[in-house]
């Protein structure tokens, strides 16, 4: 039996993902070796579920932060709300470009939910540019299915109290290689 896709889920049709052709002919070939690359880029909140800091198989000259955000992202992969989570935290890599961000998107047919991703950010991060520039290059959509997507609070990390009577700062979950975490310097 065939798995559920996001676009089913959608209710749309799903497609042949151009980025997952080109990720397999880099070596990442499986949902797997998606979200190990994205781990070892800097999704260090999503390591948990691996146990270990994977080791980047793929350089960014090879296959940029942009094409794995969207190779995440894609309406053609099997439905997995973890995997938009993942893929929203590689959206938001710093060193991503907007324009490259949104071209992807419209191959991939993701624009219902980049852009979810896009109004969660500019919910919780209003003075980032970065959110307000994406949203500005994608067409206008109707919002998705409700239960489709991951509640926008996955998207941040939400520390609670940090101490006495002070609640820490609410902040959007973006890659970064800590070398605390394992990862090299």
Same mark, same amino acid.
């Given at each position: 039996?065939?798995?559920?896709?996001?676009?089913?889920?959608?209710?749309?049709?799903?497609?042949l993902?151009?980025?997952?052709?080109?990720?397999?002919?880099v070596g990442?070939?499986?949902?797997?070796?998606?979200?190990?690359?994205?781990?070892?880029?800097?999704?260090?909140?999503?390591?948990e579920?691996?146990?270990?800091?994977?080791?980047?198989?793929?350089s960014?000259?090879?296959? +940029? #932060?942009?094409?794995?955000? %969207? !190779? /995440?992202? &894609?309406i053609a992969?099997p439905y997995e709300?973890?995997?938009?989570? *993942?893929?929203?935290m590689?959206?938001?890599?710093? +060193? #991503?470009?907007?324009?490259? %961000? !949104? /071209?992807y &998107?419209?191959?991939?047919?993701?624009?219902?939910?980049?852009?979810? *991703?896009?109004?969660a950010?500019?919910?919780?991060?209003?003075?980032?540019?970065f959110?307000?520039? /994406?949203?500005?290059?994608?067409p206008?959509?109707?919002?998705?299915?409700?239960?489709?997507?991951?509640?926008?609070?996955?998207f941040?990390?939400i520390p609670?109290?940090?101490?006495?009577?002070?609640?820490?700062?609410?902040?959007?979950?973006?890659?970064a290689?800590?070398?605390?975490l394992?990862?090299?310097?």
């Amino acid at each position: 039996m065939e798995p559920v896709t996001l676009a089913r889920k959608l209710g749309t049709t799903a497609h042949l993902s151009c980025l997952r052709q080109s990720a397999k002919r880099v070596g990442l070939v499986t949902e797997k070796d998606l979200i190990d690359e994205a781990v070892a880029r800097g999704c260090f909140h999503y390591m948990e579920q691996i146990g270990h800091p994977p080791q980047q198989r793929v350089s960014e000259a090879v296959f +940029s #932060n942009e094409q794995l955000a %969207l !190779a /995440l992202l &894609t309406i053609a992969n099997p439905y997995e709300p973890w995997f938009i989570r *993942i893929g929203a935290m590689m959206l938001s890599h710093p +060193s #991503n470009d907007v324009r490259k %961000l !949104a /071209l992807y &998107t419209k191959y991939e047919r993701s624009e219902v939910i980049v852009r979810e *991703i896009a109004l969660a950010g500019l919910r919780y991060e209003p003075e980032n540019a970065f959110w307000s520039e /994406l949203l500005a290059l994608l067409p206008e959509t109707a919002p998705p299915k409700s239960g489709v997507m991951p509640h926008h609070t996955r998207f941040v990390s939400i520390p609670g109290l940090i101490a006495p009577k002070t609640v820490g700062p609410t902040k959007w979950l973006r890659p970064a290689k800590v070398t605390g975490l394992g990862y090299a310097a």
